[in-house]
């Protein structure tokens, strides 16, 4: 995953706002690989942190990520529309 900025390709980078349980986290990850099979787009929301200072990376807090199929929010319930 990645978006272009002068020819090269940017690193983005998701983090979790706080340690998660294994059981969660492994939820989560299921989620992602049933949201996502044979879809084109995956929309993964977040808050910026920061740019690396090598400039090849971009780091966000996840907040949530949705398809077609659905939406898995680490906070709240959430609405394909938004």
């Given at each position: 995953m990645g978006m272009y900025a002068a020819g090269k390709?940017?690193?983005q980078v998701y983090v979790s706002r706080q340690v998660m349980d294994l059981k969660r986290c492994m939820g989560f990850q299921n989620d992602l690989k049933k949201l996502s099979e044979h879809?084109?787009?995956?929309?993964i929301s977040g808050e910026f942190i920061e740019s690396g200072s090598s400039d090849e990376e971009t780091a966000w807090v996840f907040d949530k990520f949705k398809t077609k199929k659905g939406c898995v929010s680490y906070w709240d319930e959430c609405d394909l529309k938004v």
């Open positions: 390709t940017r690193k879809e084109s787009h995956i929309c």
